[in-house]
């Protein structure tokens, strides 16, 4: 007696390895998913954007700035003003230096405050002291600071920045972001 199919015995050893791989195969999906989440979080949240952010609005500030002479609210290696034109692009609608930008550390931020220069003066001739305007905007670039460092030589200006790279489990510990930004000042 020749009977076609299978005997029940062979069709639960077959369902059992089926759901044995199937899980074999969730787990691997589910911790896919899992690791791009935590990359995903790590290259477009915290640190590696606020120090992406930091870096593009100093070079922007410093580029629009003017070289000929040194930056006259350079305070201290943890902050720094920049005196620059409004319209860098045309010094016709802003031949005078009308704006600037204080960046510095508050409550482990860096933050940039921009306002006016009052009156806006000629970069060769500058008054002494130079009238800041009270603020007009405000922003924070980078949140968990741990130290920025800024110097100037000649037309060039460097900030050091280091963010501490905060991890919600307590069980992996990250190394700090530091971003090194040299940008040259208009001539």
Not at 112 to 117: A, F, K, R
Not at 124 to 135: E, F, K, N
Not at 136 to 160: E, H, P
């Amino acid at each position: 007696m020749n009977k076609k199919g299978f005997t029940l015995i062979e069709l639960m050893i077959t369902m059992t390895a089926m759901v044995i791989v199937l899980m074999a195969l969730g787990l691997v999906l589910v911790d896919n998913f899992r690791n791009y989440s935590v990359m995903h979080k790590r290259m477009y949240a915290g640190p590696v954007t606020d120090a992406y952010i930091s870096q593009q609005v100093f070079d922007k500030m410093i580029r629009q700035s003017y070289s000929k002479r040194p930056l006259a609210g350079y305070v201290s290696d943890t902050e720094i003003t920049v005196y620059y034109y409004e319209h860098p692009e045309d010094d016709t609608l802003s031949p005078k230096i009308d704006r600037y930008a204080y960046f510095h550390i508050e409550d482990g931020n860096l933050v940039v405050d921009y306002g006016p220069v009052t009156p806006p003066f000629d970069p060769l001739v500058p008054p002494d002291p130079i009238t800041l305007g009270s603020s007009d905007r405000k922003f924070i670039l980078a949140q968990d600071v741990t130290s920025v460092n800024f110097s100037v030589d000649g037309a060039a200006v460097t900030m050091v920045l280091t963010i501490d790279n905060k991890v919600n489990d307590n069980t992996k510990k990250e190394p700090a972001i530091t971003v090194s930004v040299t940008a040259f000042r208009n001539n």
